[in-house]
């Protein structure tokens, strides 16, 4: 396991290998305003041990990479698609099957119809398609209307609390517990949900950054204009769309009309899986990865 901060575009952007170099490279992509760390230690082994080149990193405004004055420096989560591509120069990678988790399934997106080269497969987890806009299903959410593409919205219980990220926490443990009170949320009901586990983690990620402030960069980023979500008919990469029946964020049918969007994706589900990578749904995923990056 090795560590490299890469310098791309006058930022330098902090990640970590797991694995034997030799063997097919896997590129995680973490969601929003989440380091690498979004990735859970045993899972990252997990893979790595079952035979692949693991490689993790920390976006922009995360992490130890590079935090920028929003104010002044506006982007767009295209930019940050294209950190991706400078990850994967930076570890000599020409091509990797590319793994994205919610913003990181935005991002995969993005990658697969820019950098389609840089592919080997693509997998894209409790995610969402590019013609959906978050911030008017957010909307929707609080006035009850439909959403412009039919879909659920957010559930209004993780809603009100990233509205309570507002609020300071009035200590590092306040801050913890309540991460863990939104990740219980995320996780759902279907499986036990094991506190001490993501307090590790959580532990773990606050620790790797030295802060506990919660990021929040990624949403003032500009998003990719959902008229981009007609380009995924000519995506050749392929791809796996993992659907979280769980999930709060963007519930059932996302996956399905996700995977209709690319031709040939293929639909997973992973019974009781929420919005986060608990320790009961790291197996089922790491063998689905296994077959899709094979």
């Not at 995360?62 to 920028?68: A, E, L, P, V, Y």
């Not at 412009?148 to 993780?158: F, S």
């Not at 863990?180 to 950054?209: C, M, N, Y």
């Not at 040939?264 to 009781?272: D, F, M, T, W, Y």
């Amino acid at each position: 396991m090795g560590e490299r901060l890469i310098a791309t575009n006058g930022i330098k952007l902090w990640s970590e290998d797991f694995g034997d170099a030799a063997d097919p490279t896997v590129l995680l992509i973490a969601g929003a305003n989440t380091s690498a760390f979004g990735w859970p230690n045993e899972f990252v082994e997990l893979l790595a041990d079952s035979g692949r080149h693991v490689i993790r990193y920390d976006h922009r405004d995360t992490g130890r990479s590079t935090w920028q004055d929003r104010a002044r420096s506006p982007r767009s989560l295209q930019e940050v698609a294209a950190d991706a591509v400078a990850v994967l120069d930076g570890w000599g990678a020409p091509r990797a099957h590319v793994v994205g988790f919610s913003l990181g399934c935005t991002i995969g997106q993005v990658l697969a119809l820019d950098h389609p080269d840089r592919l080997l497969t693509l997998s894209l987890l409790a995610g969402a398609a590019l013609d959906v806009d978050l911030a008017e299903s957010t909307r929707c959410a609080h006035s009850g209307e439909p959403t412009p593409t039919g879909l659920p919205a957010p559930r209004r219980e993780i809603l009100d609390l990233w509205a309570d990220r507002a609020t300071p926490a009035r200590s590092a443990e306040d801050e913890l517990d309540r991460r863990i009170a939104e990740l219980r949320v995320l996780a759902g009901d279907a499986l036990p949900f094991d506190e001490a586990e993501f307090r590790l983690w959580e532990q773990r990620s606050t620790a790797h950054a030295g802060t506990t402030s919660q990021p929040s960069a990624h949403g003032h980023d500009a998003p990719v204009p959902t008229s981009r979500a007609a380009e995924l008919a000519g995506v050749s990469t392929p791809t796996l769309v993992v659907q979280a029946p769980l999930d709060p964020i963007n519930p059932p049918p996302h996956g399905r009309h996700l995977a209709d969007l690319i031709p040939g994706a293929r639909l997973l589900e992973v019974p009781g899986m929420g919005h986060a990578l608990s320790g009961a749904v790291h197996g089922p995923l790491v063998a689905a990865l296994l077959t899709h990056t094979a």
